[in-house]
């Protein structure tokens, strides 16, 4: 495995998710998780505990970066494996989101849809961004 490659390819997946995130969950979905306030915690408490997101979103990077890396193959084209990587990881956490979170907090559907879209979406972009990276240089 390419350290520095991988470093790269986790620092450009976890930049990704983390804009991608304040769109879906900031943005599109504010007003499902307005609806729903009395589920999450409040914004002080939240916003003091963003660091702790980020961190979680950095490592996932990482680790996306890294298992990719372990399963790259030499030879094909890095956008294809990445996207194909990506939207398997994506549809691996859209279960968790439908048949966990959706079934133990009272939550629209609609908001559990965002969140397999916000997923799947996410992880595309990271796949991309990793498959571009994650390949040998010319």
Not at 117 to 138: E, F, Q, S
Request: net charge positive; charged share 15%; proline share 3%.
């Amino acid at each position: 495995m390419n350290t520095k490659r991988w470093v790269e390819a986790g620092g450009a997946a976890f930049a990704v998710t983390f804009v991608l995130d304040m769109i879906v969950h900031g943005k599109l979905l504010m007003g499902l998780y307005e609806q729903t306030a009395s589920v999450w915690r409040g914004k002080g408490e939240s916003h003091e505990m963003m660091w702790l997101m980020a961190l979680g979103q950095l490592l996932f990077g990482l680790v996306f970066a890294w298992i990719y890396a372990k399963g790259y193959e030499a030879g094909k084209p890095g956008l294809g494996q990445g996207l194909r990587y990506g939207f398997l990881i994506g549809l691996l956490l859209s279960i968790i989101d439908v048949s966990i979170w959706y079934v133990v907090l009272p939550i629209p559907f609609a908001l559990a849809a965002g969140w397999v879209a916000g997923a799947l979406v996410d992880c595309l972009a990271a796949g991309a961004v990793v498959g571009l990276i994650y390949r040998p240089r010319r």
